[in-house]
T-cell receptor, first 115, second 111 residues
Framework: KAGVTQTPRYLIKTRGQQVTLSCSPI?????VSWYQQTPGQGLQFLFE???????NKGNFPGRFSGRQFSNSRSEMNVSTLELGDSALYLC??????????????FGEGSWLTVV | DAKTTQPPSMDCAEGRAANLPCNHS???????VYWYRQIHSQGPQYIIH???NNETNEMASLIITEDRKSSTLILPHATLRDTAVYYC????????????FGTGTSLTVIP
């Protein structure tokens, strides 16, 4: 069974631009969540989508947005990029049932550098 | 959400057991304890999780104290490839799949 796939793996953008990152979950998984990892803040939850609806949202500005498609694939978008948005963006998928025992599986991440 | 406390770093000799502790004194009755690890520049890898009973899989064992206020992840025979940051996470109940990662323990396996 293929794991969580994220594209692109590496990208460089200029301040003020926008970026879209893509995530394909494990087959059969309906929940996709996104995390940002920086050296200073560690791993932080961005948002979670389940059945094309945002179910949870972390404490990030509105420049960070996402969506999920009917096939459970997800994209996240960051508009008006700032230098501080340089980070590893991680996607994780799970079956999606809202109980404590639901395990999430991560992709390898997308490295974003803003210059 | 229940917070976890882990030592920032640990060393372990190759071939020996690595015992990584985690304190979660405010854990609620239905909250699970999860362990993930992250090797540099890769996505976090799921290791194991448990609720009350001790758990074992092909990667590790998880020992949870009877009062559930702490747990220990055991890697029975550490190898150099086990060098990573290990995160102990308490899963918040009824919040979908939102996980709170702390700073973890940086484990270095020494040859």
């Amino acid at each position: 069974k293929a794991g969580v796939t994220q594209t692109p793996r590496y990208l460089i953008k200029t301040r003020g631009q926008q970026v879209t990152l893509s995530c394909s979950p494990i087959s059969g998984h309906r929940s996709v969540s996104w995390y940002q990892q920086t050296p200073g803040q560690g791993l932080q939850f961005l948002f979670e989508y389940f059945s094309e609806t945002q179910r949870n949202k972390g404490n990030f500005p509105g420049r960070f947005s996402g969506r999920q498609f009917s096939n459970s694939r997800s994209e996240m978008n960051v508009s008006t990029l700032e230098l501080g948005d340089s980070a590893l963006y991680l996607c994780a998928s799970s079956l999606g049932t809202a109980n404590s025992g639901n395990t999430i599986y991560f992709g390898e991440g997308s490295w974003l550098t803003v210059v | 959400d229940a917070k976890t406390t882990q030592p920032p770093s640990m060393d372990c000799a190759e071939g020996r057991a690595a015992n990584l502790p985690c304190n979660h004194s405010t854990i609620s009755g239905n909250e699970y304890v999860y362990w993930y690890r992250q090797i540099h520049s890769q996505g976090p890898q799921y290791i194991i999780h448990g609720l009350k009973n001790n758990e074992t899989n092909e990667m590790a064992s998880l020992i949870i104290t009877e009062d559930r206020k702490s747990s220990t992840l055991i890697l029975p025979h550490a190898t150099l490839r086990d060098t990573a940051v290990y995160y102990c996470i308490v899963r918040v109940r009824n919040t979908g799949n939102q996980f709170y990662f702390g700073t973890g323990t940086s484990l270095t396996v020494i040859p």
